[in-house]
């Protein structure tokens, strides 16, 4: 999680499994698992454009992902034996590419949540291109879809 979501907080879609959330760069997954759980229970494959994960037999997520993902740059986690957070590495880093949803048929965020989802990408935006401001509190209206205006240099 960069230092800019530390300070700004994160814009989750919740699930029946847990949450995901994103930055420009990365999606974050949070699955709650039950209590006890160990790694070894855990299978978690990543593809460029596939995400499957089984805990303890049990299918969680397996379909194709919103859009592709750096498959070595991807991890997974396993906290407390209780939760297992998965990082999946954007192949497209970009204020633009919002996911809607995790995968491409599952886990949609609803239209409000990806309104403050693409807010937040563009004020992220505007963080990196503007590194001497703080954009982590501010709050943006008009035209922010799709990343945001492109200013001429």
């Not at 994160?10 to 209590?35: D, F, L």
């Not at 994960?53 to 070595?72: A, L």
């Not at 192949?91 to 693409?118: G, I, T």
């Amino acid at each position: 999680m960069s230092n800019f979501d530390e300070r700004s907080g994160v814009v989750a879609c919740n699930t029946s499994w847990g949450q995901w959330y994103q930055t420009i760069e990365e999606v974050y997954v949070e699955i709650n698992v039950p209590q006890g759980t160990l790694a070894k229970q855990i299978n978690i494959v990543f593809a460029p454009s596939q995400l499957t994960c089984v805990v303890r037999g049990e299918t969680i997520i397996k379909g194709d992902m919103f859009s592709k993902v750096v498959t070595d740059e991807c991890t997974w986690s396993l906290e407390d034996r209780k939760l297992v957070r998965i990082v999946l590495a954007k192949a497209r880093a970009s204020a633009d590419n919002c996911w809607k949803s995790l995968l491409k048929s599952e886990f949609q965020a609803d239209p409000l949540v990806f309104d403050a989802m693409e807010k937040k990408l563009t004020l992220e935006r505007f963080q990196k291109e503007n590194p001497g401001f703080d954009f982590s509190g501010a709050d943006i209206s008009g035209n922010y879809s799709g990343g945001g205006p492109q200013f001429e240099n």
